[in-house]
């Protein structure tokens, strides 16, 4: 964002960085007369309980204020708006990452949320002075915070005005009295009780102030969050377990007879491990790992594959599943934290673009596109549930489970030897020392793709004349006084290859050899593909060849 005139002649925006998501302009007369400078804010950010910050039109407003003060605007993010006036919610979050030893808890939380009321502002809309009706702020200043923190921000917006949309004052808890709430029951678990420790925030704004008929609204807002690290896999794991959950809470209607509300918790994925010989939890399949880091390869389609997301713990009609690659903090440790900047994967730009939702929670695959990742590029997929589960209409668990694998990128093309001239010269099908064979195929027939004097050499057929020696093929023996072809193979290749050899008589129809050919004994091991004759003499001309093709 960077400041410049406004379509109005008069004023001229300065653009300034604010912690919090926050954007703040501040508007100055170019003509320097003595004016105090004036200030808007507007949120970008809002809590992580559904409502307990509910800002509306923001697109819009940020292209009304883009429009006035000429500030081109780099990023904005629209907000949901949470329309119930009550909502009491749980959410369990687990963190889990899985490497070459396998999967480790990397920490979590349990948090409680419960809202009675709500106030819904024109987003931006909110000064520490009155303003009038305003391009920006159609309505004007509508409402006073006496309490409480409107915005989120973690300060306290007592004196503010805002542009109140909608307001529901409390009904049922009585606000500001956090000392009053607990947990007072839970099924059998490791979790104290009666669990106390709530923090407050209550607001309380008076509306109408632009009329005569101005009123106090209240809104009861109590909060409760318990860390776990990873070292407390166990307690985690023993203080949240399904059940009810009943709460007491300060009453509107009577100071000395409570309100219990009860929440049920359920079943949840966890993180894959083995007990009494049964596995469980969630893991990523079919995984080849460098060190801890999980090997992808930008040249063919990369397929992540997992197992464990059951209907035994997903409501398939409620649940989300979403898909990223995250960057690493340290890119060269597989252990270091998701980088919160923009992901890997989704590549494409866009305000809100940070994952993929999966056509269904069940899935257990995603597959990338080939040529989208950049070699010796690392990251971590992160594959997150979030968990939808009512105990009423405004009761519910709204936990998370998130399931994280670092990733690198090797180019089985690109060998020890560093980039040639730019990165096209390294891909399958580019020639790096122009001598007439792609890199593939070097790669793939044992020659050196960066030296124009080493190229893949033929494999000739010889008489073999020895006496019977036991192999390395376990249980079988080398033949003798035959002929043979062999051709030597890349060693645990990525992608897998397939390598066969194949007979013409004419150079022109080719027939694969397989283990059931009649005159040719076929042995396929992890470095050598062979074929024996069955007789000592050779039965009609021919010729032979070696392919190979990635799988």
């Not at 062999?486 to 290749?493: D, E, L």
Request: aromatic content about 10%; charged content about 20%.
């Amino acid at each position: 964002m960077t400041a410049g005139r406004s379509r109005s002649p008069e004023f001229f925006a300065i653009p300034l960085r604010f912690p919090k998501g926050f954007l703040k302009c501040r508007l100055q007369p170019i003509h320097g007369n003595g004016e105090k400078w004036e200030e808007l804010e507007f949120q970008l950010v809002r809590s992580q309980f559904s409502g307990e910050i509910a800002h509306v039109n923001v697109t819009k407003n940020l292209s009304l204020i883009a429009a006035t003060l000429g500030a081109g605007l780099t990023y904005s993010q629209a907000q949901e708006v949470e329309a119930r006036p009550f909502l009491f919610q749980a959410r369990s979050v687990g963190n889990y990452r899985q490497i070459s030893t396998g999967t480790f808890f990397e920490g979590g939380t349990f948090s409680i949320g419960a809202r009675d009321g709500l106030v819904v502002y024109e987003a931006g809309c909110i000064a520490p002075v009155y303003f009038p009706p305003l391009p920006i702020c159609p309505i004007g200043a509508t409402g006073f915070v006496t309490a409480g923190d409107i915005d989120g921000d973690g300060l306290e917006d007592n004196g503010s005005y805002l542009s109140v949309l909608s307001i529901a004052r409390a009904a049922i808890l009585r606000p500001f009295q956090q000392e009053r709430v607990a947990l007072v029951a839970a099924p059998p678990s490791l979790l104290p009780r009666p669990l106390g420790g709530f923090v407050n925030d209550s607001r309380s704004v008076f509306y109408n102030i632009m009329t005569t008929a101005i009123s106090q609204y209240d809104i009861s807002i109590y909060t409760y969050d318990r860390t776990y690290m990873p070292a407390d896999r166990k307690t985690f794991d023993g203080e949240i377990v399904p059940g009810s959950y009943r709460f007491s809470f300060p009453s509107i209607a009577s100071t000395s007879i409570p309100v219990a509300l009860s929440i049920n918790l359920f079943p949840q994925l966890d993180g894959f491990r083995k007990i009494n010989s049964q596995n469980q939890g969630l893991r990523f399949t079919n995984v080849r790992f460098d060190g801890d880091f999980a090997v992808l390869n930008p040249n063919v389609i990369n397929t992540i594959t997992w197992e464990g997301n059951t209907i035994s713990f997903i409501a398939p009609q409620a649940d989300r599943a979403y898909f990223s690659i995250k960057a690493l903090v340290d890119p060269n440790d597989p252990l270091s934290d998701p980088s919160p900047g923009p992901p890997i994967f989704p590549n494409f730009t866009g305000p809100t673009v940070t994952r993929v939702l999966l056509s269904n929670p069940l899935v257990q695959s995603y597959t990338l596109a080939p040529n989208f990742l950049i070699p010796g590029e690392t990251g971590i997929v992160d594959l997150e549930f979030e968990i939808l589960r009512p105990t009423t209409a405004v009761i519910e668990d709204r936990s998370i489970r998130r399931f994280r694998m670092p990733v690198m990128v090797l180019d089985p093309f690109i060998m020890p030897p560093p980039p040639i001239n730019g990165a096209t010269v390294n891909i399958a099908s580019a020639d790096t020392d122009g001598d007439g064979v792609n890199n593939f195929a070097e790669w793939a027939f044992r020659s050196d793709r960066t030296n124009a004097a080493s190229m893949p050499v033929a494999p000739s057929l010889i008489f073999v004349n020895q006496a019977p020696a036991t192999s390395e093929i376990i249980g079988t023996e080398e033949d003798s006084n035959c002929w043979e072809y062999k051709q030597v193979k890349v060693s645990n290749p990525e992608p897998k290859l397939e390598y066969t050899i194949e007979r013409s008589a004419d150079m022109v129809t080719w027939t694969k050899i397989t283990a059931t050919d009649p005159n040719w004994k076929l042995t396929d091991t992890n470095s050598m593909i062979k074929v024996s004759s069955r007789d000592p003499e050779l039965k009609g001309g021919g010729f032979f060849r070696s392919t190979v093709k990635a799988k």
